[in-house]
């Protein structure tokens, strides 16, 4: 089976760096995914980790330790737009690459 | 790159009617598709995978009857909600990946079609 958790919201301020982890339990690991989600829309793709270590991409860096079933993502200078839902989500070989998510972050940004 | 469309964007419909929507990848070729459900304040969850050319294979608990898909190209899968009922009102949302799309094999998602039953 896999279990993924990720805190169910957090609020931060303009500016500041705020930090959302993910822990996982998977059989067949194939990457880890970071997505964010306005409220009504689709997820957008912001990052990807297949190998331990931190991946950098703009104002967001996403963190990988497998053998801690651990993940983060970063984001830096937070701005009022990245109020959304950021979802961890677990590749898995052994399903045909599916994708299972977790249940999202609510990141609220106030000014 | 790497953009995928879905038509309609919302629908609203009578309780027992059936409801079609496309899933298209723009500007690559989408060997596998993916169609989720979302509920309000809930993640996504995994409906059924969509083989270009093939059956598709549903999740434990998805009605295969009632959630008709069919995948005829490498750019268009479609889902029906054959008979639906209001339960059935949800965020539907397609992804599609390709190694084509990009090394790391990333799902690209539609923009969701939000479905409402009277």
């Known amino acids: 089976g896999q279990n993924i958790d990720q805190p169910t919201e957090m609020t931060a301020t303009e500016g500041a760096i705020v930090q959302i982890n993910c822990t996982y339990q998977?059989?067949?690991?194939?990457?880890l995914f970071w997505y964010q989600q306005h409220a009504g829309e689709a997820p957008t793709f912001l990052s990807y980790?297949?190998?331990?270590g931190l991946e950098e991409k703009g104002r967001f860096s996403s963190f990988l330790s497998r053998s801690k079933g651990y993940s983060y993502l970063l984001l830096k200078e937070l701005q009022m737009k990245d109020s959304a839902s950021y979802l961890c989500?677990?590749?898995?070989?052994?399903?045909?690459?599916?994708?299972?998510f977790g249940a999202g972050t609510i990141l609220r940004v106030k000014s | 790159g790497a953009v995928v469309s879905q038509h309609p964007s919302w629908v609203i419909c009578k309780s027992g009617t059936s409801v079609k929507i496309e899933c298209r990848s723009l500007?690559?070729?989408?060997?596998?598709m993916f169609w989720y459900r979302q509920f309000p304040k809930q993640s996504l969850m995994l409906m059924a995978t969509?083989?270009?050319?093939?059956?598709?294979?549903?999740e434990q608990g998805v009605e295969k009857d009632k959630f008709l898909i069919n995948h005829a190209s490498l750019t268009l899968s479609t889902l029906t909600v054959t008979s639906a009922h209001p339960e059935d009102s949800s965020f539907y949302i397609c992804?599609?990946?390709?190694?084509?799309?990009?090394?790391?094999?990333?799902?690209?998602f539609g923009p969701g079609t939000r479905l409402t039953v009277l």
């Open positions: 992804s599609a990946n390709s190694a084509l799309a990009g090394a790391t094999d990333t799902q690209y």
């Open positions: 998977t059989s067949g690991f194939n990457g």
């Open positions: 980790n297949v190998l331990d």
């Open positions: 989500a677990v590749r898995q070989a052994a399903r045909g690459n599916k994708l299972v």
């Open positions: 500007d690559f070729q989408a060997t596998t």
């Open positions: 969509s083989n270009e050319g093939s059956k598709a294979t549903y």
